[in-house]
Nanobody, 117 residues
Framework: QVQLVESGGGLVQPGGSLKLSCVVSGNSFRFFDFDMGWYHQAPGKQRELVASITASGSTNYADSVEGRFTISRHNAKNTVYLQMNSLKPEDTAVYYC?????????WGQGTQVTVSS
């Protein structure tokens, strides 16, 4: 059984920063073999990709967060991070961690990020 557990969400003022973490655990789970991603879902909207990082370390960002967010991974800690800077009210959403390899997809339970003054 593979588990993805996000943390680091919260309430922050516009222009502020947050760092999300996602720890992956499970028997025989080879974290370094998996592509990882962060998605967000705002109320009434579809879940959409924010940033991704491949097993080899290549990164990809949504246009809306390019230059403000940074995704990284620490394979020895089975952890993927999302550093979010210059946060805007439109970044408010539940943020989900995703692990993917081939046809297998795993999701965390999500962490709420609210950007408001």
């Amino acid at each position: 059984q593979v588990q993805l557990v996000e943390s680091g969400g919260g309430l922050v003022q516009p222009g502020g920063s947050l760092k999300l973490s996602c720890v992956v655990s499970g028997n025989s789970f080879r974290f370094f073999d998996f592509d990882m991603g962060w998605y967000h879902q705002a109320p009434g909207k579809q879940r959409e990709l924010v940033a991704s990082i491949t097993a080899s370390g290549s990164t990809n960002y949504a246009d809306s967060v390019e230059g403000r967010f940074t995704i990284s991974r620490h394979n020895a800690k089975n952890t993927v991070y999302l550093q979010m800077n210059s946060l805007k009210p439109e970044d408010t959403a539940v943020y989900y961690c995703n692990a993917k390899r081939g046809f297998w997809n795993g999701w965390g339970q999500g962490t709420q990020v609210t950007v408001s003054s």
